[in-house]
């Protein structure tokens, strides 16, 4: 089945980014561990990467691979190249209004995302705020990057060269890493430390860029260059691309209004990020790869006519995301204080046990969302492949102010970790009223393999989660502080829940070895 090929490429250089991405927060959490300067260094950071997430996975995830696919089948390479040429140039000029304009006003806008931060305590001559400002202004070119990215992304997707898309993520992470590992042991304030990092992440960009660029031509793609102009078809993606921004970027709002009310708290924007980077493992490996891997596939199944193949690869999608997620959902819930001691709480580091408490609270309320936040991966390409982006856009409003609302009333009650409550919460309606269109208007009927398979992967993840925790709380208690000690123990203890649950679905028969050589056998569908 293409579909798990696709996947499985894309979700191995997604897990190298997110392996990369945690040593790399180890080191963060290492020299700036959950303070102010850390509080701002990811408030300024979240703000590019907000947008990012609206334009690069909202817009072209949403609007423009379908209409790129339409453009091939019916009239050639060279329509879709002139139509990719308009989209170019039309978001270049839109996303760098949207940079120059945030470049200007940081100083008042960053408050939409970081108001909290103006109570903080001075950081040397500078307010906290103020370096955050200063942050932003850096950051803030990488949204433009990362938008332009994202288009190169789906014309290489299209055409199943899933390889150098899903690599470009790393690049950042290697960036980011060997400016942490250049600081190791010269004592540099943690505010020019966090400004290294913030430049890091621009210079990284332009490398990402460049590299698909390089992939693009390589493949013989065609991209002409031209003036920006509100062609039909342009307008045709924008109609479709708006909708398709709002619905991508809700769910990152949540987020983003969660850090906000953090904000008000010191150290809590740091909790949360720590919390959020280690449930998006799982969750950038399997959801994010899923749902890129899922579009161009329902998308060129639909546009020839293949609705039988567009529901199949619906199936399977939901029961991948199943076997994968079921087990990361039960292991993040039952150990979190294990694996964010191992990870952060190093010895010399700014990351006390303090945090290791509040950051595992966090980290359990977002692990009973996983599930929800792969789902919508699955559920939302199949209405983006059918050049319907607005139903999501309306259900991720609902879910929007559901999280607001209830994230609020949370954080100003039973504590900052509410906030991450809020978030699941929303997450699963946002699912539950998506999934109720799709199964009503038969756009999903869930087959028998999958009906018969997915009691089967719960029965499998339980029986895991249960012997992972005694083995975790004695991983626990053989925690050092030392970096490879503990990394040590973290494989020791993650290696047995691994085989543990690959037996157990062997016994529950859950996924078999024929499953693996009919996924990846070539030519396969």
């Not at 990811?42 to 209409?67: C, H, V």
């Not at 039909?232 to 691309?241: M, Q």
């Not at 199949?382 to 994230?407: C, D, Y």
């Not at 925690?479 to 157990?504: E, H, K, P, Q, S």
Request: glycine share 8%; net charge positive.
């Amino acid at each position: 089945m293409k579909l798990i090929r696709s996947t499985a490429i894309i979700s191995f250089f997604t897990m190298m980014s997110r392996i990369l991405g945690l040593i790399r927060d180890q080191l963060t959490a290492y020299f700036l561990g959950a303070g102010p300067i850390n509080d701002a260094l990811i408030t300024a950071m979240k703000l590019p990467n907000l947008f990012r997430r609206m334009f690069a996975e909202g817009a072209f995830n949403a609007a423009f691979i379908p209409l790129y696919v339409r453009h091939k089948q019916e009239s050639g390479d060279g329509s879709a190249a002139d139509f990719a040429g308009e989209a170019w140039a039309s978001l270049f000029f839109i996303v760098a209004l949207i940079v120059i304009g945030f470049q200007i006003t940081m100083p008042w806008s960053l408050n939409m995302i970081g108001g909290g931060l103006e109570h903080a305590a001075q950081a040397g001559e500078q307010s906290v705020y103020d370096l955050a400002v200063l942050y932003a202004r850096i950051t803030m070119p990488y949204l433009l990057l990362m938008s332009l990215a994202a288009l190169l992304s789906g014309m290489l997707n299209t055409e199943n060269r899933f390889a150098i898309a899903a690599f470009v993520p790393v690049l950042y992470n290697l960036v980011a890493i060997s400016i942490l590992a250049a600081m190791w042991g010269r004592d540099v304030p943690v505010e020019k430390l966090a400004l290294y990092l913030s430049i890091g992440m621009t210079v990284a960009g332009f490398l990402q860029l460049g590299l698909l660029f390089w992939a693009v031509r390589r493949a013989k793609i065609r991209l002409p260059f031209k003036r920006p102009r509100l062609t039909p078809r342009v307008k045709r993606l924008w109609l479709l691309g708006i909708p398709g921004m709002i619905s991508a970027g809700i769910t990152h709002i949540n987020i983003t209004v969660s850090n906000l009310l953090a904000t008000f708290r010191e150290g809590a924007a740091s909790w949360l990020y720590y919390s959020d980077r280690l449930y998006q493992l799982p969750l950038g490996i399997i959801g994010i790869a899923m749902g890129v891997a899922l579009l161009p596939a329902l998308s060129n199944r639909l546009k020839s006519g293949d609705e039988k193949g567009a529901m199949s690869s619906m199936n399977r999608a939901i029961e991948i995301a199943a076997l994968l997620t079921l087990p990361a959902t039960f292991a993040l819930a039952i150990m979190p204080e294990f694996l964010v001691s191992g990870l952060f709480e190093l010895s010399g580091g700014r990351f006390k046990a303090s945090d290791t408490v509040q950051t595992s609270v966090a980290l359990r309320m977002f692990a009973f969302g996983l599930p929800a936040f792969v789902l919508l991966k699955v559920l939302t390409p199949a209405f983006f492949a059918r050049e319907n982006t607005k139903t999501p856009m309306i259900f991720a409003g609902v879910s929007a102010i559901i999280n607001v609302i209830l994230g609020a009333s949370l954080f100003f009650t039973v504590g900052f970790f509410g906030l991450a409550l809020a978030t699941t919460i929303a997450g699963w309606t946002n699912v539950i009223l998506l999934g109720r269109i799709l199964l009503r208007e038969k756009l999903l009927v869930f087959d028998k393999r999958l009906l018969d398979r997915l009691p089967r992967i719960a029965a499998a993840s339980a029986l895991m989660g249960l012997a992972i925790w005694p083995i975790s709380q004695w991983g626990n208690d053989r925690l050092t502080g030392n970096l490879i000690t503990d990394y040590f123990m973290l494989m020791i203890v993650c290696g047995t829940g691994l085989i543990i649950y690959v037996l157990a679905s062997l016994i529950f028969k859950s996924f078999g070895a024929n499953d693996l050589r009919y996924a990846f056998r070539r030519g396969s569908r």
